[in-house]
Structures are given as C-alpha cells and as structure tokens.
C-alpha cells in the first residue's frame, strides 16, 4: 500500500517546511535573497535553514547540487503507464524522500486514467519511494469530480495538493466555497504533500500580506482567497492528520513560479523594463508562517504538536 513520507521516528505527525527551488527562479534583483547564492548550493543551504526551511524541492531529475546540506524531495511528469517504473526508480536510487509527480494530461478515458495511476502506485511500492499525484491542470486530477472517482477506486492514492488550480481553474467561489469544501472532503483525506501557491478566482498566483488576519490588499473582488485558502489548507492538514501514524511528515512547499511561466504577474517598471509585482522569497517566508499557522489550527481539533 502506498505510504506518506516517514522520518522515521515514533513522534506524532508533524509538518515540515521546505521550498520548492524553482521558486527561488529568475528573482528580481531586489529580492532580499541575494543572487549570488544560487550559485554557491552550501551557502544556500546555510541561508534557507536560517530561514527557517527544512528542506527543499529538486526541480529536475539530475544530481543534487555540489554542496547541497538540506534533505530533498522530487518532482516529474509521468504521462503514461510506461514511463512510471524508470521514473520513479531514478528517484529513489537519487535519495528523494518521495515524489511529486504530474499524471497524464487529462484527456484520457476513465479505464487509461486508472491504468496510469495503478503503474504509479505499483512503481512506488517496489521502490519504496511515496509518490504523491498533484491536482494540477492539464493533468488527470485536474478535475475534482474525476479526482474523487480516483480515489474511490484506489483508496491508496495520495495527491501532492496544489489548491491553486482548482481554485482557478474550476473557479472555486462560483456557486459557494462549503458546497465545494465538503466534496472536496475525500481529498483532503489523501493530501500527503501540499505546494504552497494562493490564487484568486481569476489569477494563479496572488500575493499575500503579513497580516494574516485581514484580506490582502490585492484581493479587490469580492472573494477573501486567502481565507479560502487558509480553509483549504486546514482541511488538508486535519486530513492527513486524521490518517497519518507515528513519524509520518506532511511537506509544505512554496512553488511560486516566475513569469516565465505566465504565475508571477508583470508590471512596467518607472524605466520602462517588466518587473514582478513581489518578490517570491520573501513572499515564500510568509507562506512558511502562515503554514505552520494553519497546522496549529488544524491540531486543535486532533491534539497533534
């Protein structure tokens, strides 16, 4: 049966913070963290465990970085059943704690859908590696309804949980967010993996403010997606708590993606140059905080320090 990532421990379930290194991608040059440590792996290390990271998210299949001191993660795209058993055993013969993965690209029928997601599910067990599948559009899970239809045939499934493109993408407010949050329940209780990324109902990537308590001052509609949000990951959160055994880990990633890839918003700059509206570390920083805020609330209800 697949499994969530384990430390290893017989410590309650618990949270750890990594980052994503693609979110740390074409920064600006104002960005507080310096330009000069994407180049020197140990010092961004040294730096992101400063910073209060605990791991990070390889962005490619090749070698750890020289000098790299944090624990990794992996993330792939798996389109076909063929694919899964190479796939997943370079990951695990690299050393990645699990796995995130793309499936597919949401356009097969029902009976090739759960043939991909068998042959994934199969490659992990014999690699011993937790493959998690991420709701992400063009993909299998793109879809809520369809994503649930997976999981009543493979209760074993777990999904790496990227919120933002169903929020998007199936515009989550329309038609009200506890309609949608109550079927979304079954995956909530197969989240092993969250990416950190806040949408609105129109935009992928939505900054955010250090006051949690109130609505970002971007959030001009008449939707609080950071409030969503916040439900969201709480409901994940409590999911996996209500599942996960002694020394199980939940990771929560920042993948704030640079406009390269059409997330980060651009904005004429006074010299005429295109510039992100924020910079993606320090909004990084802020998810980490607010992550742990919502694992504290998620514990209320299931006593987990």
Not at 265 to 273: A, H, I, K, T
Request: proline content about 6%; hydrophobic content about 40%.
């Amino acid at each position: 049966m697949s499994s969530y990532f384990n430390g290893g421990s017989q410590d309650a379930p618990k949270l750890r913070v990594y980052i994503n290194l693609d979110n740390i991608t074409d920064l600006g040059l104002n960005s507080c963290l310096p330009a000069s440590l994407k180049k020197d792996a140990a010092a961004l290390s040294e730096r992101l465990k400063a910073d209060g990271f605990e791991g990070v998210q390889l962005t490619d299949a090749g070698p750890p970085p020289a000098g790299l001191s944090l624990p990794y993660c992996g993330l792939n795209r798996i389109s076909t059943p063929a694919e899964a058993e190479s796939i997943v055993g370079r990951h695990a013969a690299r050393g990645d704690q699990c796995l995130t993965v793309h499936a597919g690209w949401g356009i097969e029928d029902d009976e090739d859908v759960f043939l991909l997601v068998k042959a994934i599910l199969e490659a992990g067990e014999r690699h011993h590696l937790p493959v998690f599948i991420e709701t992400h559009r063009a993909t299998i899970t793109q879809d809520m309804w369809r994503t649930v239809q997976i999981i009543k045939r493979f209760p074993q499934f777990l999904i790496n949980g990227d919120f933002s493109h169903y929020y998007c993408g199936q515009e989550l407010p329309y038609g009200g967010m506890d309609m949608k949050l109550n079927f979304m329940k079954p995956i909530f209780s197969r989240v092993g993996f969250i990416h950190g990324r806040i949408a609105s109902s129109g935009c992928m990537q939505m900054p955010i403010d250090p006051d949690f308590s109130v609505r970002p001052q971007s959030a001009q509609g008449q939707v609080d997606y950071l409030a969503d949000f916040r439900r969201m990951w709480v409901g994940a959160m409590s999911g996996f708590m209500a599942a996960a055994g002694p020394g199980d880990v939940l990771i929560f990633a920042p993948e704030l993606l640079s406009g390269a890839y059409y997330y980060a918003r651009l904005f004429r700059c006074p010299d005429g140059s295109w510039c992100e509206e924020t910079d993606r570390y320090q909004q990084a920083l802020l998810y980490q905080r607010l992550a742990r805020t919502c694992w504290d609330e998620a514990s209320v209800f299931h006593h987990v320090s």
